[in-house]
């Protein structure tokens, strides 16, 4: 059995500084109190602060000017997509967001991978559809279901929108479990992905498109009454 990872201090620090940032404690733009005064307040040595801060700049919170000091960063204004993960954790509020982009999206690569899928790409799609019928369990279809959509993505033969899907999955994994809703019963995920499988399949752009739309609209209903 594998051991369970143990918070050590700097991940105690790094996620009450990242929370205080996103919270609004720390404002954009603004410049952290010097380091002796902010490692006392969270009663911590000027060490764990450093690698907390190095983590916090590698996310895209906080900029280090030497001899400056330790800025916010207005990664509202600045910020790129890899955020969303963090930001979903620190707020639910953002999976509505997301789901906007999502249905947008998912129905242009639906769309896209009807007229450019392959016989190859088709094939994977066929294959990775009756995995979700056989996967044992909620998380598990709901995993499933997700590489029907990487693989919608590569159908386009356009990396960006692999990268796209990636980054919208990947914003929604850590609360998945809260919405796992639309993937409890494998027959009926299955039965709401095949249509978009088999228009792609078929190379119906416009019926691509439409069961793409109907699914991402049905999983999105199912998936938020989850979260009241």
Same mark, same amino acid.
């Given at each position: 059995?594998?051991?369970?990872?143990?918070?050590?201090?700097?991940?105690?620090? &790094?996620?009450?500084l990242r929370e205080d940032i996103l919270a609004g404690r720390h404002q954009a733009g603004s410049y952290l109190p010097p380091e002796r005064q902010l490692a006392d307040g969270y009663g911590v040595t000027r060490t764990t602060l450093k690698h907390a801060f190095g983590r916090l700049v590698q996310a895209?919170? =906080? &900029?280090?000017?030497h001899g400056v000091g330790t800025r916010v960063r207005d990664y509202a204004r600045l910020g790129g997509a890899d955020l969303l993960p963090m930001l979903v954790r620190h707020s639910p509020d953002w999976i509505g967001e997301i789901f906007e982009v999502r249905r947008s999206i998912g129905a242009l690569i639906a769309e896209r991978a009807a007229v450019r899928a392959t016989e190859e790409h088709r094939a994977e799609l066929r294959a990775? =559809?009756?995995? %979700?019928?056989?996967?044992?369990?909620? *998380?598990?279809?709901?995993?499933?279901?997700? &590489?029907?959509?990487?693989? =919608?993505?590569?159908?386009?033969?356009?990396?960006?929108?692999?990268?796209?899907?990636?980054?919208?999955?990947?914003?929604? =994994?850590?609360?998945?479990?809260?919405? %796992?809703?639309?993937f409890a019963s494998? *027959?009926?995920?299955h039965a709401r992905l095949e249509p978009v499988v088999e228009a %792609?399949?078929?190379? *119906?752009?416009?019926?691509?498109?439409?069961?793409? &739309?109907?699914?991402?609209?049905?999983t999105e209903r199912i998936m938020l009454e989850g979260l009241v």
């Open positions: 059995m594998e051991a369970l990872p143990r918070e050590t201090i700097v991940d105690v620090l &790094e996620t009450r895209g919170l =906080l &900029e280090t000017r990775l =559809l009756a995995a %979700v019928r056989t996967a044992d369990g909620g *998380d598990a279809v709901q995993l499933a279901d997700i &590489e029907v959509h990487r693989a =919608l993505a590569r159908a386009t033969g356009n990396r960006v929108y692999v990268l796209l899907t990636n980054t919208l999955f990947n914003a929604y =994994l850590p609360v998945r479990a809260a919405l %796992v809703g639309p494998p *027959d009926a995920a %792609v399949a078929a190379g *119906d752009e416009s019926a691509a498109r439409r069961a793409a &739309e109907t699914y991402l609209t049905a």
